[in-house]
């Protein structure tokens, strides 16, 4: 096979805040090698819906025009934008209609991959609920043992209406939990081996992209970015990463996740293959691999 290994069939969903820490954008460098990718959703939005216009200019340069992207919900944030002045102006601003591409989509079974808050599958499913039936959701978001006690896992966090709307309507949700994911194993640094390729004068444009983002969040906030996302599409896709397990969680009213036996039924991540998980990524963002197959 090629870079990319997936089961094949459903159509895929990605739901995603690119645009503030890079993981979400190397997520969606992943997904676009996949045939199934179907529709991307921008959340969080910046004005102007500049992350769908990120997301745009990604699939384009991706060699993916043919994948719709929507702009989805603004919650008013504008603190986590790595992507300034990174869109020329000859990319358009994205259809904002939600609900209608969702439904273009959701003929039949899908995987939706939720990168960012839950807000945009909250509007569907208080909007169309019996959809809930029909979208396999693994979503990036909650922990049990947050690193900080007083506050929500981040995609939480930043909406937890929307979380308790999802996890009122969603069908047995698979969660990846900040507890599998928040570990320097996952983490792309400053000069690593993937971020010298990507930002490698000689690599496609796609790339410099890439590189371009990673420098400014580099410089705003982290000299590295933890893989959350791309490890959450991994197991939206059943590739044998991270191992699950059958839960009743409940969140608080900050969004702070815990069990209950009279709580959802979820599947909730546990141990992951650290090792296996970040050869497979490694091949997806080598450039040279996916010149390999294109």
């Known amino acids: 096979m090629g870079p990319h290994t997936a089961t094949p069939g459903l159509p895929v969903v990605i739901d995603t805040d690119a645009g503030g820490d890079p993981d979400d954008a190397l997520a969606l460098v992943a997904a676009a090698g996949l045939p199934e990718l179907a529709l ?14 990120f997301v745009r200019l990604l699939l384009d340069l991706l060699g993916r025009p ?6 989805g919900r603004d919650l008013g944030n504008t603190r986590l934008n790595c992507v300034r002045d990174l869109v020329p102006d000859t990319v358009p601003a994205q259809s904002g209609e939600l609900l209608a591409a969702v439904e ?21 499913l208080t909007a169309r609920p019996g959809l809930a039936e029909r979208i396999r959701l693994t979503q990036m978001g909650g922990a049990l043992h947050y690193r900080d006690p007083s506050r929500a896992e981040h995609n939480v966090r930043v909406d937890p209406a929307a979380a308790h709307t999802v996890l009122a309507l969603a069908h047995r949700p698979r969660l990846v939990l900040s507890d599998t994911t928040f570990t320097p194993e996952l983490e792309i640094r400053v ?40 490890l959450t599409l991994s197991a939206a896709l059943e590739l044998p990463f991270v191992g699950f397990t059958a839960e009743r969680v409940v969140l608080d009213e900050l969004g702070r996740m815990s069990r209950s036996g009279r ?28 010149a390999e197959v294109a």
């Open 40 to 53: 991307v959703l921008t959340g969080d939005e910046l004005p102007g819906g500049y992350r769908a216009r």
């Open 66 to 71: 043919e994948v719709p992207v929507v702009a």
């Open 104 to 124: 273009a989509v959701c003929t039949g079974g899908v995987r939706w991959v939720g990168l960012g808050p839950m807000s945009n599958l909250a509007d569907v």
């Open 191 to 230: 000069a690593s081996a993937t971020h010298r390729r990507l930002a490698d004068p000689a690599a496609p444009a796609w790339a410099g992209l890439l590189a371009a983002h990673l420098a400014q969040w580099f410089t705003d906030f982290h000299p590295g970015t933890i893989q959350h996302d791309a």
């Open 263 to 290: 709580g959802t039924p979820v599947e909730l991540s546990g141990p992951a293959d650290h090792h296996a998980f970040l050869d497979w990524l490694d091949r997806q963002l080598d450039p040279a691999a996916r």
